[in-house]
């Protein structure tokens, strides 16, 4: 099994800022993609950032320029830093990862268990 723990959420200001983490254990060959998708209440799951492992990265348009997604290939680590926060940026925000488990086993999709963030006005 592969386990994804996130840590770094919280209650912020407005213009604040937030740093999350996810780090994958278990059984892993190989990382794929890692990223972070985020869910408000009444809204469906959305991409917030994404990084392969050649490092190609794509963000949603809502947080270009205020979030920062990076990861330690070495730790099995991805960390969003999150800047200049809005109080639309409130949601629960996860985890993912493409992992292969051995070197011919087909790549699985992995989900963190959720941090919040809450941002007040």
């Known amino acids: ?16 800022s937030l740093r999350l983490s996810c780090a994958a254990s278990g ?4 990382i794929d993609d890692m990223g972070w998708y985020r869910q408000a209440p009444g809204k469906q799951r959305e991409l917030v950032a994404r990084m392969a492992s050649g490092g190609t990265i ?4 809502s947080v270009k320029g205020r979030f920062t997604i ?32 051995t070197g011919v086993t087909p790549r699985t999709l992995y989900w963190g268990q959720g941090t919040q963030v809450i941002v007040s006005s």
Do not use: H
Request: glycine share 8%.
């Open 1 to 16: 099994q592969v386990q994804l723990v996130e840590s770094g959420g919280g209650l912020v200001q407005a213009g604040g």
């Open 27 to 30: 059984i892993i060959f190989k």
């Open 58 to 61: 794509n963000y949603s348009e």
């Open 70 to 101: 990076s990861r330690d290939n070495a730790k099995n680590t991805v960390y969003l830093q999150m800047n200049s926060l809005k109080p639309e940026d409130t949601a629960v925000y996860y985890c993912s990862a493409v992992v292969a488990r």
